[in-house]
């Protein structure tokens, strides 16, 4: 359209050109009334052409900011929509990962006869879990805190009750089993990619020998912490050192009684009552006796 309209301005002034060049190269011998009537008619249609050509940019003024409008307004609804998309796909991510996919490893750590040992704070998905017959000593323990950050329970950690109750836990037959898809796989080892996009390895997955190479290494390295053992022997410890409080306490009565008995003795010895053969009474030294 714009194109058809600056073509027809063309052809118009070119038409006025001719037409000025034409009578310009009429005869001289024209009368003066008719060169006035020619130059007010090309005056008229010059003033019709700038009043056209005013008009024609107004127009393309006009189109030009109704298109820089409209495209304005079609770049704010486009970024209307991306913020909308994402804050769907926040929302759907969101409740995958908080109700779907930390369920999901809940349910499933509970499938394997999980343990559940305790509540550790007052996060609604705060919890102690053991994974039984695993590496089989005090590194099996698992805290699942939120959002869904696991750590391994130091030794010191984990409550005597709860050691006592490990060791009435039946495994479940599938321990081995590998764990779900979305836990990553490298050399028999799983790992979960947190929140904070920090890898945290999760306890290797051994067979039966595996594991009992592993006890039979952890019992000749001396360097390696054995709680329990520590714990017996801080309790045997304990015991001995209540047996030689008790032993004190019955050499300190024993004592008591014996300086008794000799006090019993000294007073009867000594007794106003009690004479000597040469009739002689038995004072406490230093005392006056009584005439012979």
């Known amino acids: 359209m714009m194109v058809i309209i ?3 301005v063309i052809i118009i002034i070119i038409i006025i050109i001719i037409i000025s060049s034409s009578s310009s190269s009429s005869s001289s011998s024209s009368s003066s009334s008719s060169s006035s009537i020619s130059s007010s008619i090309i005056s008229s249609i010059g003033i019709s052409i700038s009043i056209m050509m005013m008009m024609i940019i107004m127009m393309m003024m006009m189109i030009i900011i109704i298109l820089i409008i409209i495209i304005i307004i079609i770049i ?16 759907i991510i969101y409740y995958y990962y908080y109700y779907y996919y930390y369920n999901y490893y809940y349910l499933h750590l509970c499938y394997r006869d999980l343990l559940i ?16 017959d695993r590496i089989g000593d005090d590194s099996v323990f698992l805290i699942m805190c939120h959002p869904a950050e696991i750590r391994r329970l130091k030794p010191h950690e984990v409550p005597l009750w709860v050691r006592e ?4 836990t039946t495994p479940h037959e599938d321990a081995a089993d590998p764990l779900p898809a979305f836990l990553d796989t490298n050399a028999n080892r799983y790992s979960l990619e947190t929140k904070t996009n920090r890898h945290i390895p999760l306890p290797p997955l051994l067979s039966s020998r595996e594991r009992e190479r592993e006890r039979e290494r952890r019992e000749r390295d001396p360097e390696i912490e054995r709680p329990r053992e520590r ?4 309790e045997r410890e304990r015991e001995r050192e209540r047996e030689r409080e008790r032993e004190r306490e019955r050499e300190r009565g ?3 009684r014996e300086r008794e008995r000799e006090r019993g003795e000294r007073e009867r010895e000594c007794s106003p009552d009690t004479l000597t053969n040469q009739g002689v009474a038995l004072y406490p030294p230093g005392a006056l006796r009584p005439p012979a």
């Open 6 to 8: 600056i073509i027809i």
């Open 76 to 91: 704010i609804i486009i970024i209307i929509i991306i913020i909308i998309i994402i804050i769907i796909i926040i929302i």
């Open 117 to 132: 040992l305790s509540n550790l704070s007052e996060k609604r998905t705060t919890t102690c879990c053991q994974i039984p």
């Open 165 to 168: 109750a490990e060791k009435k």
């Open 231 to 234: 714990e017996r022997e801080r």
């Open 254 to 256: 024993e004592r008591e």
